[in-house]
């Protein structure tokens, strides 16, 4: 049974415990959410050695990294590399987004070296195998995309995107309205070539039953994903955008109805005052669902940056209620990300997670700042390095310009802690918070 089935029956499974361990939260407050469908453990039955990670209302943000090969660069190794940067960074989830070389076998590699929960996009190794033996995406068979999700959730692969609400109708929206960057998601233009090549459905939406019976099989979560999300902000929170939302709501209920684990992904490019009304239309759509947002990236003309303009959005998204955010690295836009990259993208996107979580009141996040605080104010520089979310990275920096006193080489013997301390001798008593 799913997580979702033994929730509705009143049990506490090995994995909500955990979960419930780790957010240091009740174990029955893990149980009602999973049972209300508000909150996702990944955890498919075949990924030996996972780490359960909750995902949702009431529970600390979570960041995702996304690692994989390209056409141009083909290193399972690497991606191992990347896959254990993105694990000591603190990334709680890795999406296998693999589209070159032996993706099978990468993704088996990936998985039986993750403890972190693992998600891919399906339609990306059905389309590239159409293309390798058929020499054309719009080849597939419907046939061909379940047997590769049935072949995925089997490996062990905790949740997939699964582009449902890519329809003839939103297509035929998206046409009448026009756009700026038309589509930016890769699995979401794979579909639209194969529904206006055939002039049929998409299979993942006329046939979701099928999809749902795999997903039940093996307790793969369903990460609706937004295949009409905006590439840029002048797209945002358009109707093609919104239509596939509404239909992602109504999927939302027949997963659930299904026992299956559900939750729905967001943009993309949105500009800040449109974020949390975002969100607001995803939860009350997707009836509390949890929302896993892409950055959002909230300009366009943050190239080489845009791990910052991501986690921006992030931010604000994770402040109004958003559960989950994808990082978004520094080669965003611009070619595959390194090591480095994954790196910082994931800090990035902690960061913003972790901003979020102190406007939600998510258990310990405030006290962690507080303790900085309190550390800072006694100078303390190792507690400070502990508490930093990359203590190597403060080491290095404080070490880099050494002072001569006690207090660092920003302000010196001028320092406003020291002063305050020393020279006024004033008491300054420490906060009782
Ligand atoms: S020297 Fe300046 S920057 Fe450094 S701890 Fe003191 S007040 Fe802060």
């Known amino acids: 049974m799913t997580q979702l089935e033994l929730a509705r029956k009143g049990t506490i499974t090995p994995q909500m415990l955990a979960v419930a361990k780790n957010e240091r939260l009740d174990p029955g407050f893990i149980r009602q959410g999973v049972a209300d469908g508000t909150i996702v453990i990944p955890a498919n039955f075949n990924h030996k050695g996972l780490a359960p990670c909750g995902i949702g209302k009431g529970l600390r943000t979570k960041v995702n990294a996304n ?20 694990i000591e960074a603190g990334a709680d989830a890795v999406m296998d987004l693999s589209t070159g070389g032996d993706i099978p076998s990468i993704r088996r590699e ?58 003839q109708s939103a297509i035929a929206r998206l046409k009448q309205q026009g756009r700026m960057t038309d589509i930016v998601s890769r699995g979401g233009a794979f579909l639209i070539g194969w529904i206006l090549h055939n002039e049929r459905e998409n299979p993942l939406f006329e046939q979701y039953d099928r999809l749902l019976e795999i997903a039940l099989k093996y307790d793969v979560t369903l990460s609706l994903g937004d295949g009409m999300r905006p590439g840029c902000i002048s797209d945002a929170t358009d109707r ?63 190239a080489g940056y845009d791990h910052i303009t991501g986690a ?108 305050v301390e020393e020279a006024l001798h004033v008491n300054v008593p420490a906060a009782k918070c």
Request: charged letters at 25%.
């Open 312 to 419: 921006i959005g992030g931010a604000i998204a994770a402040a109004a209620g958003t559960d989950f955010l994808c990082y978004v690295t520094p080669s965003e836009h611009l070619g595959l990300p390194d090591l480095e990259d994954v790196r910082e993208g994931v800090i990035a996107s902690r960061i913003a997670a972790h901003a979020g979580d102190i406007v939600k009141g998510v258990q310990g996040a405030i006290e962690w700042d507080r303790e900085m605080s309190r550390a800072r104010k006694r100078l303390d520089w190792e507690s400070q390095v502990k508490l930093s979310l990359n203590p190597e990275r403060a080491k290095q920096v404080h070490a880099r310009h050494s002072s001569s006193g006690v207090a660092c080489s920003m302000c010196g013997d001028f320092c406003a802690m020291k002063v």
């Open 240 to 302: 093609s955008q919104i239509e596939e939302l509404v239909t992602l709501g109504e999927l939302v209920d027949r997963a659930r109805k299904a026992g299956v684990q559900v939750m729905v992904e967001g943009p993309g490019h949105v500009p800040i005052d449109q974020i949390e009304a975002n969100v607001k239309l995803q939860k009350s759509l997707c009836k509390g669902a949890p929302f896993y947002v892409l950055g959002p990236l909230v300009t366009d003309i943050g």
């Open 110 to 167: 990936i998985l039986a070296h993750s403890p972190v929960c693992i998600g891919t996009v399906p339609i990306y190794q059905a389309g590239i195998k159409a293309i390798r033996h058929h020499g054309a995406i719009v080849k597939l068979s419907a046939d061909d995309i379940f047997d590769v999700i049935e072949e995925q959730a089997r490996d062990g692969v905790d949740f997939v995107t699964v582009h449902c609400g890519v329809t």
């Open 67 to 86: 690692i994989g090969t390209s056409s141009d660069y083909v290193d399972v190794n690497i991606e191992l590399e990347k896959l254990k940067v993105a």
